[in-house]
């Protein structure tokens, strides 16, 4: 009998990459485009393991869930765990993650939002589909000669750095775990506020750097400052970065993560009536680009996804 396993927020791309995986004939798989929460945990009743991804909930109520059902694997097909209550996990369910699957993805797509942001390009790519051949408005900025402050300097935070120094930027750091053999300048936290042009976050989501960016710390930070977050929403507290937009203190912002992202994001509202005014008024900004929690997705990375999540079953 195969091992079955029921795979929660499935889009058409992982249904593709998974199905192109060496392993999957191995297993009985059970697709689903629900989310994994309280409210759908029954659907996991004679499983044998659950595969989740980053806006499933996996809080308490639904692990004792997993255990009555007997349920002993949650294999995460993304990095980051903070949708999961690992310490209520400890001892009741395994739980496996994809550590890296492409921080080259991630790590590229900061750098394709920030491009995009200091050249205008999202506001040029418009114009020009409308025939409208006009510069007005359009000046950047180089960002060669630029200080880049990067927090966080794991896998995808080192890759970052380095994509900036190719660029001709100055690179500073900040990390909880300084990682000595990198090359990185570290620098306090504090520090890298007052002195970056540019701020990318690629730091796990934790208490400690829950809304590290606030009204406070912005105000510490350069004026004109561009702020890019790859990493996990809650980090920046989204009204105090629209207040810093509105004053003129923060000149840009690439979100691919938001706050309360896992109510849209994923989801097609172009037709709906956002019920979020923060992020509508974030997204009405011409220096805000946001993109839907996508800079994972490269060919590379799903390929990657599906291998290590099967071979983690
Ligand atoms: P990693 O584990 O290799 O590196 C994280 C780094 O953050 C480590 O060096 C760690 O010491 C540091 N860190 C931990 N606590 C910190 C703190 N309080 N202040 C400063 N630094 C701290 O992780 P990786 O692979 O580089 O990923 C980083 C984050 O990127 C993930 O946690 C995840 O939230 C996010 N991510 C986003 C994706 C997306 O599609 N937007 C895809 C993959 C990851």
Same mark, same amino acid.
């Given at each position: ?27 009985? #798989? ?45 294999? +995460?097909?993304?990095? *980051? ?45 418009i ?6 051949f ?19 300097? *794991?896998? #995808? ?9 190719g ?10 775990l ?12 504090? =520090?890298?506020?007052?002195k970056?042009?540019? #701020? ?19 105000e ?6 561009v ?11 989204s009204?105090?970065l ?20 896992s ?7 172009s ?7 923060? +992020? ?19 060919? =590379? ?8 999540? +099967?071979?983690? #079953?």
């Amino acid at each position: 009998m195969s091992y079955k396993v029921i795979f929660f927020d499935a889009k058409e791309y992982d249904i593709e990459s998974f199905k192109n995986a060496e392993a999957f004939n191995e297993f009985d #798989i059970k697709f689903f485009e629900t989310r994994l929460s309280p409210d759908t945990v029954d659907l996991c009743s004679g499983y044998d393991a659950v595969c989740v991804f980053v806006n499933d909930e996996i809080n308490k109520e639904v692990i004792d869930k997993l255990q009555d059902f007997g349920i002993k694997l949650l294999a +995460l097909r993304c990095a *980051g765990y903070n949708n999961v209550d690992v310490k209520y996990a400890e001892g009741r369910i395994c739980v496996v993650r994809v550590p890296a699957y492409s921080p080259y993805a991630v790590a590229e797509h900061a750098m394709a939002m920030l491009l995009t942001s200091v050249r205008r390009i999202h506001k040029a790519y418009i114009r020009t589909r409308d025939f409208n051949f006009s510069l007005n408005n359009l000046t950047g900025f180089d960002l060669h000669g630029k200080t880049a402050g990067v927090v966080g300097t *794991g896998k #995808i935070g080192r890759i970052f750095a380095d994509i900036c120094k190719g660029f001709g930027m100055k690179v500073i750091a900040y990390d909880k775990l300084p990682n000595e053999s990198s090359g990185l300048e570290y620098v306090s936290l504090e =520090e890298l506020f007052a002195k970056s042009d540019i #701020i990318s976050f690629h730091c796990p989501l934790t208490d400690e750097t829950f809304r590290m960016v606030n009204e406070k710390s912005i105000e510490t930070m350069k004026k004109g400052v561009v702020l890019i977050n790859t990493s996990r929403g809650p980090l920046i507290d989204s009204e105090a970065l629209l207040e810093g937009i509105k004053t003129r203190k923060v000149g840009a912002a690439c979100l691919d993560v938001y706050d309360e992202e896992s109510d849209f994001f994923y989801h097609d509202f172009s037709n709906h009536i956002v019920s979020d005014d923060t +992020l509508a008024r974030l997204i009405s900004m011409p220096n805000v680009i946001v993109t839907s929690h996508q800079a994972f997705l490269t060919k =590379e990375a799903l390929a990657n996804i599906s291998e290590t999540t +099967l071979k983690n #079953i």
